[in-house]
């Protein structure tokens, strides 16, 4: 099956530093979503993104379908940026395969 | 618009035991997912049900089952309950042909 990795698997930060989230994938895809899991666990949806570029404030989200791979920028980090930033993948049957993710820490 | 909704939070059950997780899609939406998702991992894909039938399936025993309803909202069961499905249960909902998929809270089991 598809393999999702993502990198780095930790990062700590300052807030107000910037970070890029990596996450490559093994096959052709049909979807990709990047969603912020917080301290509760729940998934909250931050981009679908199968391919192109979006901005939503301070994140945006580039993927470049052809060479199977994915960017989350996070600029001006803040404290509630905190958690787990995990991208999915959906290879054609809405069965969405995710990452390993990264665990974010954002220091006041 | 109402977003999906699982209950209940939280759950505890003892081995052996049987257990049933219930959801409500997103309005608008007729398709539903459910993910396990065991401490410290990401979420792996259980099955997922449209037009009250099993649509896909991942790598998982058959005492995981489900219903949709004709809401599309949807249920969970687990039969004979081992130690590893202790987990957070997630479901998501979408619309066919919108491929976006948005999640609930979670349950979060606890197996003893």
């Known amino acids: 099956g598809i393999q999702v990795e993502q990198s780095p698997p930790d990062l700590i930060l300052q807030e107000g530093a910037n970070s890029t989230l990596r996450c490559n994938f093994s096959d052709s895809v049909n979807n990709l979503q990047w969603f912020h899991q917080n301290p509760w666990g729940q998934l909250i949806n931050l981009f679908y993104?199968?391919?192109g570029t979006k901005q939503n404030g301070r994140l945006s989200a580039t993927t470049v379908a052809t060479e199977r791979y994915s960017l989350l920028y996070i600029s001006s980090s803040q404290t509630t940026d905190s958690g787990v930033y995990f991208c999915?993948?959906?290879?054609?049957?809405?069965?969405?395969?995710f990452g390993t993710g990264t665990r974010l820490l954002v220091s006041p | 618009e109402t977003g999906v909704t699982q209950s209940p939070t939280h759950l505890i059950k003892t081995r052996g035991q049987q257990v049933t997780l219930r959801c409500s899609s997103q309005?608008?939406?007729?398709?539903v997912s459910w993910y396990q998702q065991a401490l410290g991992q990401g979420p792996q894909f259980i099955f997922q049900?449209?037009?009250?039938?099993?649509?896909g399936r991942g790598n998982f025993p058959p005492r995981f089952s489900g219903l949709q309803f004709p809401n599309y909202s949807s249920e969970l069961n687990v039969n004979a309950l081992e130690l590893d499905d202790s987990a957070l249960y997630l479901c998501?909902?979408?619309?066919?042909?919108?491929?976006?998929?948005?999640f609930g809270p979670g349950t979060r089991l606890t197996v003893l």
């Open positions: 999915a993948v959906d290879t054609g049957f809405q069965k969405l395969v």
């Open positions: 993104i199968p391919s």
């Open positions: 309005s608008g939406h007729n398709t």
């Open positions: 998501a909902s979408s619309k066919t042909g919108l491929n976006e998929q948005f």
């Open positions: 049900y449209y037009r009250e039938e099993e649509n």
